[in-house]
């Protein structure tokens, strides 16, 4: 199973529940995490994993031979990028715009144009107690992102509870990270920007036909908008995490909530049970229509 936890905006406490999640479930069977938020990882603070795999990340980017080539411009007129300008006799490759998609070089007329490897961040794997852990790290400046998602969720095993801490936001990058799920967590704050970024990701899971729900953290601020909202769709709503001091200063000591308020274990071994049969519904309310 693929679960991923994701947010329309940052700083919502996914990763509190991502963590709290694997941690309350590693107890009782085999759980990966694979923290996708590359380009601002930061389960690893919380899980304190021992990380023993290092993998370089790299994207293939043009080398142009200019013995073989004729100035045609061809590479870069098919660069939707805009990684490669031809001036009059000369050649210009920008290496930080390139997605390494290989069309310059495919549509090269001359086969002026091979390809060579340039590093753009690092996949790094080990162990957090139950849990075998796995995170993305983007190299500052870099743009890169899915390609980096993508070689961290090579990781996911079928056969386990893979958990997905997703980027925030609803581009690219959270589309890399959560395209392969079976459920989708989002959560979400109940103010004015929780509910206009929890629209936009429901928007994007929706259209990736991901069934989702929705957690409230921070409950007890705002008003009651989002509910309404989840009415509405019919999400369900299937946690409150509420507005507390405690909670908020476990966090910035890099203490799961599952650690440092045990009670919550519980809570959040009831939180996947309401997953697990919501998947089960829908999976036989699709088996009765065929």
Not at 118 to 140: A, D, T, Y
Request: hydrophobic share 40%; proline share 6%.
């Amino acid at each position: 199973m693929i679960l991923s936890i994701a947010s329309g905006k940052g700083g919502t406490g996914k990763t509190m529940v991502a963590t709290s999640l694997a941690l309350s479930l590693s107890q009782e069977r085999p759980v990966k995490l694979l923290d996708c938020d590359v380009e601002e990882p930061n389960a690893h603070i919380l899980l304190k994993p021992s990380l023993d795999c290092n993998q370089a990340v790299s994207i293939p980017v043009p080398r142009v031979d200019e013995d073989k080539c004729n100035y045609c411009g061809r590479c870069a007129e098919v660069c939707a990028y805009n990684a490669i300008a031809v001036i009059a006799e000369r050649v210009l490759v920008f290496p930080e715009l390139c997605h390494g998609c290989g069309a310059c070089s495919y549509l090269c007329p001359e086969g002026a144009i091979s390809e060579e490897g340039r590093e753009v961040g690092v996949v790094q794997s080990g162990q957090s107690g139950n849990i075998e852990f796995v995170h993305g790290k983007l190299s500052i400046g870099e743009v890169a992102a899915p390609r980096i998602i993508n070689e961290v969720q090579k990781y996911l095993d079928r056969e386990k509870l893979n958990i997905i801490d997703a980027p925030p936001g609803t581009s690219c990058p959270v589309v890399a990270a959560v395209k392969h799920s079976d459920f989708c967590l989002l959560v979400t704050e109940p103010t004015c920007f929780g509910l206009n970024d929890l629209a936009l990701a429901v928007d994007v899971i929706k259209e990736l036909d991901i069934p989702c729900g929705v957690i409230i953290n921070r409950d007890g601020i705002g008003d009651d908008e989002v509910d309404k909202y989840c009415l509405k769709e019919a999400i369900p709503i299937l946690m409150r995490i509420p507005l507390d001091i405690k909670i908020a200063r476990l966090y910035s000591q890099g203490i799961t909530l599952a650690e440092g308020m045990p009670r919550w274990r519980e809570a959040f071994l009831e939180l996947f049970d309401k997953i697990e049969r919501l998947m089960s519904n829908s999976n036989g309310r699709e088996g009765g229509r065929q």
